[in-house]
């Protein structure tokens, strides 16, 4: 399943994470995953930011590019959301303890997921972000069965 959409403002990309979110299942029995992918400035926080606040977030949300890893304890839901821009070798993610974190009722936000080589699970949603002068293209792909069933309750 895959889904296009053209956001001319970063409310419409956070609109995006917030629908995301709010499409959730009530429980989740294992690990879901997001990887955004896009170029610096493609909009990848600012979905990010959007799923986060969806869940009740209320905080400032920043790409983790420093810390690498920020988790949010959201009621049902953890979120974890990861920066890899400054990984050098996928290694480093050992020590992050993300695999830990691969657990029901967790969600990662992968941001800069090709840093980490094959260390990653498949994700269960696939999102590229581009940045052109007037707007941004999302394109969202469900890569597994989980994230079929995800993206569709988001479409509905």
Request: negative net charge; charged residues 15%; contains cysteine.
């Amino acid at each position: 399943m895959r889904q296009s959409l053209i956001a001319a403002s970063s409310e419409q990309t956070e609109a995006c994470g917030a629908g995301l979110a709010r499409a959730l299942p009530h429980s989740l029995p294992q690990m879901l995953q997001i990887q955004l992918h896009g170029e610096l400035g493609a909009g990848k926080t600012t979905l990010a930011r959007g799923f986060l606040q969806a869940l009740g977030y209320a905080g400032v949300v920043r790409s983790p590019t420093y810390t690498l890893l920020e988790s949010y304890a959201l009621g049902a839901v953890t979120v974890v959301h990861t920066d890899l821009y400054r990984l050098q070798d996928p290694e480093e993610l050992e020590a992050l303890g993300l695999r830990d974190l691969a657990v029901a009722d967790h969600i990662w936000l992968i941001e800069w997921p090709e840093r980490a080589g094959s260390w990653l699970p498949a994700a269960d949603i696939d999102i590229a972000l581009v940045a052109h002068p007037a707007f941004h293209s999302i394109e969202l792909n469900a890569a597994t069965a989980a994230g079929a069933q995800w993206l569709a309750r988001a479409q509905g």
